[in-house]
């Protein structure tokens, strides 16, 4: 039985990048959702600079679990052994990293099965740093992604689309006010509402969300909403990306390289924005 979007679906998969097709119909629930057109192949594009979107990774880098992200244990030393090298213990989702749609899902796409084509897309920011300074809730909402358009034009076919709260400068300048963490526990950060991630679903064709802050939903969520609209359709998102105030509102092209491990939920990342 196909309802209500999926025959588009299916029909987009046969076509090269037809992203929505070939990853979304394979998730749980997506063909309950009204699909967008799928996006034409990208243009060849050349580029004058490569901005590095990625923030070190260091034992010291907030999480969200309040535990390192990452720990290097040493398993060879030059001095003794004649080469150097570590043991990594790592939380998946740690640094700059990817969330699966499994992430959010009882079925759907680990970190190998993305496609690479959904990985090399055109890249939208939307600033929303003056409005999340005073409220570190801040939910970015329709109605930023109308006013972009109303100034940049229509959202690329297959872009991702990212949250630009002015939170990646604190990661490692003021980590605590980066988590926001409060006396009762809670979290203040800004995210993408809910509603916003599902306009954003139904009516553009975007591969992916990213944000500067620890997770695309803000802070005080406890339901984490966002996550659940949007990875379960077969999209990615991003999460504590750096330097975005670098990068232009539309024009640039994002490389996200991904490790390609077998069934991880995610896995930190190097991006860059061509521009
Ligand atoms: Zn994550």
């Known amino acids: 039985m196909c309802v209500a979007g999926c025959m588009e679906a299916v029909r987009a998969g046969m076509s090269r990048r037809g992203f929505f097709g ?37 034992p010291e880098f907030p999480s969200f679990f309040g535990i390192p992200g990452i720990e290097l244990e040493p398993r060879a030393e030059f001095a003794k052994d004649g080469y150097n090298m570590y043991v990594w213990k790592l939380i998946e989702h740690s640094g700059t990293h990817l969330d699966t749609p499994i992430h959010f899902a009882e079925t759907g796409a680990s970190v190998e099965a993305i496609l690479a084509d959904t990985l090399v897309v055109p890249f939208a920011v939307v600033d929303v740093a003056d409005k ?20 940049h034009g229509r959202l690329p ?24 963490r409060d006396v009762d526990g809670t979290l203040h950060f800004p995210g993408f509402a809910p509603d916003a991630a599902t306009w954003l679903l ?32 077969g999209r990615w998102g991003l999460e504590n990306v ?8 539309v024009g640039a092209t994002l490389v996200v390289g991904l ?17």
């Open 22 to 58: 070939r990853a979304g119909a394979a998730a749980a629930g997506f063909a309950a959702v009204a699909v967008a057109p799928v996006p034409a192949a990208a243009a060849p594009r050349s580029f004058e600079r490569v901005i590095d979107l990625t923030h070190t990774l260091t």
């Open 132 to 151: 999340a300074e005073n409220d570190a809730d801040y939910l970015l909402s329709r109605d930023d992604l109308v006013a972009w358009e109303g100034k």
């Open 157 to 180: 076919q297959g872009c991702c689309v990212a949250m630009h709260a002015g939170w990646g400068k604190l990661a490692l300048s003021d980590p605590a006010r980066f988590i926001g």
């Open 202 to 233: 139904k009516e553009r064709a975007v591969v992916g969300l990213a944000v500067d802050t620890l997770s695309l939903d803000h802070g005080p969520s406890t339901d984490f909403k966002t996550h659940k609209v949007w990875l379960p359709s």
């Open 242 to 249: 750096a330097n975005l105030d670098q990068a232009p509102p």
């Open 259 to 275: 490790p390609k491990v077998k069934d991880a939920t995610g896995a930190p990342v190097r991006l860059f924005a061509l521009a």
